[in-house]
């Protein structure tokens, strides 16, 4: 069983709508969460992080953490074409020095 | 600004060649990592290191290695390419405290024919 799983897209939603993105991980102790974001031929880049159950939010974007479901979301409200990219979803273990992704779900949103 | 750089950008190496890829980091970070990013498996850890002298084999470690001299660099070493190593290489650094991210470094392509 991988450590983290997401699905692999590609998600399509047309601009303005809201986009969703999933996350499941194996290890009940893990404590520290993060979203990624990747460009084609990019590095991937942080948008989110979130240690506690509930949301977090910052600008169009909200993260969301189940510990007990040990499931993370994140949402982004009025998708623009420009949030097209590969998002990854990473989760620090129970030894906080290693971080563990998923592979990637795919975003694309149509003008 | 402090910053994490990767080098070469590009390389295209011979099959059984040693190859070395370079990744300097300036945040002084005692967590480095290598990872390899392959379509359809997301970011693989090949190796890491929380410290100078440390070093640590992650999921696809065979036919890798590192050395850490210094808090700054974490160089990998391919010791005889593959084309199975045919991949886009990844080098990030991170604090060695909880609740922090991960900095990633520009990555280098590398194409072993």
């Known amino acids: 069983q991988k450590e983290v799983e997401q699905n692999s897209g590609p998600l399509s939603v047309p601009e303005g709508a809201i986009a969703s993105l999933n996350c499941t991980y194996s290890?009940?102790?893990?404590?520290?969460f993060f979203w990624y974001r990747q460009y084609s031929g990019k590095s991937p880049e942080l948008i989110m992080s979130i240690y506690s159950n509930g949301d977090k939010e910052d600008g169009r974007f909200t993260a969301q953490l189940n510990k007990a479901s040990q499931y993370v979301s994140l949402l982004i409200r009025d998708s623009q074409p420009s949030d097209s990219a590969t998002y990854l979803c990473a989760v620090n273990g129970n030894n906080f020095n290693k971080f563990y992704f998923g592979s990637g779900t795919k975003l694309n949103v149509k003008p | 600004d402090a910053e994490i750089t990767q080098s070469p950008r590009h390389k295209i190496t011979e099959t059984g060649r040693q190859v070395t890829l370079a990744c300097h980091q300036t945040?002084?970070?005692?967590?480095m990592f290598w990872y390899r990013q392959d379509l359809g498996h997301g970011l693989r850890l090949i190796h890491y290191s929380y410290g100078v002298h440390d070093t640590n084999k992650g999921e696809v470690s065979d036919g890798y290695s590192v050395s850490r001299s210094n808090t700054e660099d974490l160089p990998l070493t391919l010791e005889s390419a593959a084309s199975s190593q045919t991949s886009v290489y990844f080098c990030a650094s991170s604090y060695d405290r909880s609740n922090t991210e991960a900095f990633f470094g520009q990555g280098t392509r590398l194409t072993v024919v």
């Open positions: 945040w002084n970070h005692n967590n």
């Open positions: 290890d009940r102790v893990s404590q520290s």
